[in-house]
């Protein structure tokens, strides 16, 4: 494999949308190194499982019959300051046949140091896509399948599924399979894939939580695990998912959305067909919506959607089993902390 110029020794890639990362972080991974050669050249560490020693010392190590080495290290941003320092040191004089590349959520401690690494490699912020540029994504995407996206189609995908693009990416190839040899995939296409896409087994579990009964949301949360299926319809055959929990917590902080909006709606005295236009679901669905928000506060709903995104991130970081951190999600929601605070000031009052 050649050398290439525009490859830098070293990179510091960080935000929250990993799916661009992870991208990236191929492509690179494509251009240093043949499927071959990744079998004694390839190293991936975790910074919160490995030492900056072990990491600087893979790097510092010539490639075994290969021009390069590739290097990765995983939750960069959780080393200590100390350990950054120690990489820093390599960073100065970075090996010209490695390819280091540095992986985070945030910066951590390598803020402040960024100017440094700039000076040999590269630094990426990953922000999540919104607005005209997750549009913009989408389309680009499906063009790569050699189809065209309709404006209508993209908006209403994004509406249903949510700005997870792993999410996107998996909808867009359902998308493009069903509509056969036809080169636009519109709105039409769309509804029929997705339509009234709220997992049953989601709404089941939050209607569970907003009456407060442990046992049955714990019950369905079970099932879902269990069966690694989920239902993307009311009544749809379960599909097979591999690992459930990313798309089971991202449909639950949506639906806790839904909820809100519609209890802000109805708030205003919206008429029902207001409600469906602004939601974009059926009157069935609308009015389940509703149903559901009567049972939660405001805060609550707000709550719900916070702990689901810390819950994804303690998942994706591997702070614990996966189903003891969904089984401690599901009883902290069944027990919101406004109950427990109102139950502290009833106890003090006494």
């Known amino acids: 494999m050649k050398k290439h110029a525009d490859l830098y020794p070293v990179y510091l890639f960080y935000g929250p949308e990993d799916f661009l990362m992870k991208e990236e972080i191929e492509r690179l991974l ?156 519109e709105l039409s296409d769309i509804e029929g894939m997705v339509a009234d896409i709220k997992l049953s087994t989601v709404f089941d579990l939050t209607d569970a939580i907003s009456r407060q009964e442990v046992e049955k949301a714990l019950g369905v949360l079970e099932k879902v695990m269990g069966s690694k299926a989920l239902s993307f319809k009311k009544g749809e055959e379960a599909s097979k998912v591999g690992d459930p929990i990313p798309l089971l917590l991202n449909m639950m902080a949506r639906q806790y959305r839904l909820i809100w909006r519609a209890k802000v709606l109805k708030s205003r005295q919206a008429p029902l067909g207001e409600m469906v236009k602004e939601l974009r679901m059926s009157q069935w669905m609308v009015k389940n919506l509703i149903d559901q928000s009567k049972n939660f506060s405001e805060f609550s709903l707000r709550e719900g959607i916070l702990k689901c995104h810390r819950t994804d991130l303690a998942v994706k970081r591997g702070r614990g089993p996966k189903e003891l951190l969904m089984e401690k999600l599901v009883i902290d929601l069944c027990h919101p902390s406004e109950v427990k605070l109102h139950a502290v000031k009833g106890v003090a009052s006494r």
């Not at 975790?46 to 990765?72: C, G, W």
């Not at 549009?135 to 700005?163: F, H």
């Open 30 to 185: 494509e251009k240093t190194l043949s499927p071959k050669e990744k079998e004694l050249n390839l190293h991936v560490f975790s910074a919160e499982e490995h030492s900056a020693q072990e990491i600087a010392q893979a790097a510092q190590t010539l490639p075994m019959f290969s021009q390069y080495r590739f290097v990765l290290v995983k939750e960069a941003d959780q080393l200590e300051e100390d350990k950054v320092k120690i990489l820093l040191r390599y960073i100065e004089n970075p090996s010209p046949s490695t390819c280091l590349v540095l992986q985070g959520l945030t910066l951590g401690s390598w803020r402040g140091h960024q100017a440094q690494i700039e000076k040999v490699g590269k630094v990426v912020e990953y922000s999540r896509l919104r607005g005209k540029s997750l549009m913009s994504w989408l389309r680009n995407k499906m063009a790569e399948k050699g189809k065209a996206l309709s404006e209508a189609a993209a908006d209403y995908l994004v509406e249903v599924v949510g700005d997870s693009l792993f999410h996107l990416e998996s909808a867009l190839e359902k998308a493009f399979l069903m509509v056969g040899e036809r080169r636009t995939v």
